[in-house]
């Protein structure tokens, strides 16, 4: 069974710092791009940073592009989302992916408008990061 389970959300101050982990199993980790993704209040579901599988190269959205890092270990399959300076705005719901498609992730991860976008293989339930101002 596949499961990516997410932890370390919580309740932060602006300008603080969280490190979320997404835990992995049930299938080749190092076959599997993983992203993260967060959905605000009222929002929809939108991309934060995505590691993939075939080189290890990292993407990040513009909004977290300096603040947030990516990074995984292979021996507990896990990624985590290193958090810093953390905004009122980061607030959401913040859920971990997993394809094995490397394009694919990079497809959510940006939104890009493709002729056919197909779902990811697996997500996470979520977990929840609340930054107050």
């Known amino acids: 069974e596949v499961q990516l389970v997410e932890s370390g959300g919580g309740l932060v101050q602006a300008g603080g710092s969280l490190r979320l982990s997404c835990a992995t199993s049930?299938?080749?980790?190092?076959?599997?791009?993983i992203g993260w993704f967060r959905q605000a209040p009222g929002k929809e579901r939108a991309g934060v940073s995505c590691?993939?599988?075939?080189?290890?190269?990292?993407y990040y959205t513009d909004s977290v592009k300096g603040r947030f890092t990516i990074f995984s270990d292979s021996a507990k399959n896990t990624v985590y989302l290193q958090m810093n300076n953390l905004k009122p705005e980061d607030t959401g719901v913040y859920y971990c992916?997993?394809?094995?498609?490397?394009?694919?992730?990079?497809?959510?991860?940006?939104?890009?408008?493709?002729?056919?976008?197909?779902?990811?293989?697996?997500w996470g339930k979520g977990t929840l990061v609340t930054v107050s101002s």
């Open positions: 049930g299938f080749i980790f190092e076959d599997y791009a």
């Open positions: 590691i993939a599988s075939a080189d290890g190269k990292t």
């Open positions: 992916a997993a394809d094995s498609e490397d394009l694919k992730m990079v497809t959510w991860l940006y939104n890009l408008t493709v002729p056919r976008k197909l779902p990811m293989d697996y």
